[in-house]
């Protein structure tokens, strides 16, 4: 019987010392989410298309966004930079807005979510060329795949939801919605869009007035 024992303890020792050889550990610490409120955060879900197959690296807010999620919380100025309200009764101060764009198949496809808006209510949305300021026309005029040559542009042959990204919403008794649209273009890698602006309407179509969707009520920059 003691030498049953013996042996045994000596087998488990000579296993024990080489449990390195045999394998490693795998981790189960998650990474730490971004803090809230970061002004860019990069949806794990798309692909890199760099070819890699993993996700998108994280983006300190230095680059255009092509591809990615950027999101925010509005404040007005001087406290909102990256997320504004120009408008508190249609934005409420801490209302959240966020903007993924992804790849597709075809070309591009951009997904819009907010929260804490007005309940019940109507509400423009779009791309625009410039990042956000205290003033709301410094965001400039919506991004265009095929640009008008005759800007503002009203003209409903190039002012239209193909032509743009277009993401007019109607808010839910929460004030919350969400709204996406496909594209078969792809953003200009150099002038990509800056900001997502919202409007106090939804947009018009008619000859003259095309785009257009009432006073700008916030504003989204999507490049730090």
Not at 87 to 105: K, L, M, N
Not at 136 to 163: E, I, L
């Amino acid at each position: 019987m003691r030498r049953t024992l013996s042996f045994l303890t000596i087998a488990l020792t000579a296993l024990a010392g080489c449990s390195d050889t045999v394998g490693t550990s795998i981790p189960t610490t998650v990474p730490s989410p971004p803090p809230a409120g970061s002004p860019w955060i990069v949806s794990s879900g798309i692909p890199d298309p760099r070819g890699s197959g993993g996700p998108l690296p994280t983006n300190s807010g230095q680059a255009p966004l092509t591809v990615g999620t950027a999101s925010g919380t509005f404040q007005p100025v001087p406290e909102g930079t990256q997320a504004i309200t120009y408008d508190s009764a249609a934005v409420p101060p801490g209302a959240t807005a966020q903007v993924t764009v992804a790849t597709t198949v075809k070309g591009i496809r951009v997904r819009l979510a907010v929260t804490g808006l007005a309940t019940r209510r109507a509400y423009g949305a779009h791309l625009h060329t410039k990042t956000c300021t205290s003033v709301p026309d410094d965001a400039g005029p919506h991004y265009q795949h095929q640009a008008d040559p005759s800007p503002p542009s009203v003209n409903p042959a190039y002012a239209n939801p193909r032509n743009e990204v277009w993401l007019d919403f109607t808010t839910d008794p929460r004030g919350a919605a969400t709204v996406a649209v496909e594209q078969t273009w792809t953003f200009d890698p150099v002038r990509p869009p800056r900001s997502l602006v919202l409007h106090a309407q939804l947009t018009r179509t008619d000859a003259g007035k095309a785009g257009t969707a009432g006073a700008r009520v916030a504003c989204l920059t999507l490049r730090g």
